[in-house]
């Protein structure tokens, strides 16, 4: 059972509560990542980059439209997908995408370790990337990150009617992609 838990006001301005707020979430946030990322030095700066987001939009938190974990997962896919935008500029500019920072060898030893227990999410996801981006971002949410269809819509800033639709479409279309059924089975 998840608790419903309210983003202080303060976070910004408070550095207790930024560090309460960033211990309770960390592995969750690493682990929505690892599943969209194979390198540790991208999960490790995204999820810095998710963080220092929510000290800017913490005052956008409203407990009223889901939990705190799915406006975090909200803000960690836009950071993600502002990410991949760049990357896609800087591609098309440079021929390459360079210049990672380093980690310690540790630090790298664990981002691997992450990465690689996210290899069945990373699969999934990647079986879903037929379906329409709409369908596909509901059903990474809900079957992938464990959201319920209500926390999923807030996520997207859909109605929760129209998130099920969305949702029982996906599932149609994705029933017999091998790998997904599974994790699909067990969710909400």
Sequence with gaps: MRLRQTVPASIASDPEAFEAFYRRHFDA?????????????????????????????AHTYRPDRGSEIAWLYGVARNTLLAERRRSARELRAAGRISGHRLLESDDVARMEER????????????????????DRALLELVAVDGLTPAEAAAVLGI???????????????????????PVMEGTK
């Design 115 to 134: 990465i690689d227990a996210e290899s069945p999410a990373r699969r999934a996801l990647e079986a879903m990337a037929a379906l329409p981006e709409k």
């Design 159 to 181: 109605r929760q009617g129209t998130a099920r639709v969305r949702l029982h479409r996906a599932r149609r279309s994705i029933r017999q992609v091998p790998g997904v059924t």
């Design 29 to 57: 946030v690493t682990r929505f990542l690892a599943r969209r990322t194979q390198d540790p030095h991208t999960v490790a700066d995204l999820t810095a980059e998710v963080f220092l987001a929510v000290l800017d939009s």
